[in-house]
């Protein structure tokens, strides 16, 4: 058996989440508990520039690479959690947009064996979460990252632990790695860190506002991807040749964007983050079996992108794991781009949307 496909067992399920509740139990060791009835809080979703790909500790969710992003203003996940002190008939409910999910579904699989961990802290509870995302829910536009970015910081507020934001970063990793960025507006690193107990895991703020920054999300398709980004990067470390590159390249690429946001070089950025996220996907196609997100009309528009380009167009691109294509461009061509891309929506993550 595969290593990528042991992860997924019920055995290593359960050697994950021995790991995992000592993790929780270590950042709360000197915290008080003084839960209310309810808490609440709102996580922008973020777009990857420098891409995290590949776990050096599954079970930690700790990366092999740094990464770097930009959250994405009012765009993300508000949600609000309430404790049930009810008798064990009573299930934790979970709702989606307004939608009761099903017990059964990995969405609610997802939500409540993280909220478990916590259970040491708050009793023998039940949890009511409910949860509004304003972006596309698992369709490569980073929900995940801003539920658990919100869910992690509503809890916070529920239970009274009054948790720094790096504390809340580390807690947010857990539930999906990206969601370490989502605790943070503006430009965000992700420091992959280097220890075996994830202490020094977590994200930071870059503290580099670009009021001219815009974000293009170019909307393809609203399905929900077929391998997970989590399996997705699993199966690429093991599998793929030519992820043997891939640390070395994202470490020069964070450097290079980093410097980038520090002159306010434009085409250094996106053309650092474009070859990044295409290098990624070079990557992930490498792999076997092989993964290919990008559909038919996403390779359309990548031609697109080039083509504008080359007749003086200054807008670059990123891609995440789905067929979404995000555009990254500055005020002043916001116009143009918006004409070339029918349909774009476009976000200012420094200024108003
Ligand atoms: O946090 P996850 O497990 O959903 O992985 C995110 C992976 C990418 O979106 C492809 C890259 C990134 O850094 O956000």
Not at 193 to 204: I, K, L, P, V, Y
Not at 294 to 315: D, F, M
């Amino acid at each position: 058996m595969k290593m990528y496909q042991f992860l997924k067992t019920r055995h290593h399920k359960e050697f994950m989440r021995d790991i995992q509740s000592q993790f929780v139990k270590n950042i709360l060791t000197d915290v008080c508990t003084n839960p209310k009835e309810s808490g609440a809080a709102f996580a922008p979703s973020n777009i990857a520039l420098c891409k995290y790909w590949g776990k050096r500790n599954p079970s930690l969710n700790l990366p092999v690479n740094s990464s770097l992003s930009i959250s994405l203003g009012s765009l993300g996940t508000r949600t609000e959690i309430r404790l049930h002190d009810t008798p064990a008939t009573w299930a934790d409910r979970v709702y989606l947009n307004g939608q009761l999910q099903p017990p059964e579904s990995s969405f609610v699989q997802r939500v409540t064996s993280f909220l478990n961990l916590f259970c040491p802290m708050l009793g023998n509870v039940h949890f009511e979460v409910r949860t509004e995302n304003n972006i596309p829910t698992a369709a490569g536009l980073a929900s995940s990252a801003s539920g658990f970015a919100a869910l992690v910081i509503a809890l916070d507020d529920l239970a009274g632990w009054g948790l720094d934001k790096k504390q809340l970063s580390m807690l947010a990793r857990l539930g999906s790695g990206s969601a370490s960025r989502s605790v943070y507006d503006g430009f965000v690193q992700w420091n992959a860190g280097s220890n075996s107990d994830g202490m020094d895991s977590f994200a930071e703020p870059v503290f580099k506002p670009w009021q001219e920054f815009c974000i293009g999300i170019l909307e393809l398709s609203d399905a929900r991807k077929p391998v997970s980004s989590r399996d997705g990067m699993n199966r690429t470390v093991e599998t793929s040749e030519l992820y043997k590159s891939w640390p070395q390249q994202a470490a020069a690429d964070l450097k290079t964007i980093r410097a980038a946001i520090e002159s306010q070089d434009f085409p250094l950025l996106g053309k650092t983050a474009e070859h990044n996220a295409l290098s990624m996907h070079a990557t992930m196609m490498a792999a076997w079996p092989p993964l290919l997100y990008l559909q038919p009309e996403t390779i359309e528009q990548i031609h697109k992108v080039q083509r504008v380009r080359s007749k003086g167009l200054e807008v670059y691109l990123t891609i995440d794991a789905g067929p979404n294509i995000k555009l990254l461009f500055l005020e002043e061509d916001e116009a143009s781009v918006a004409s070339t891309f029918p349909g774009l929506k476009t976000i200012k993550p420094f200024g108003s949307c």
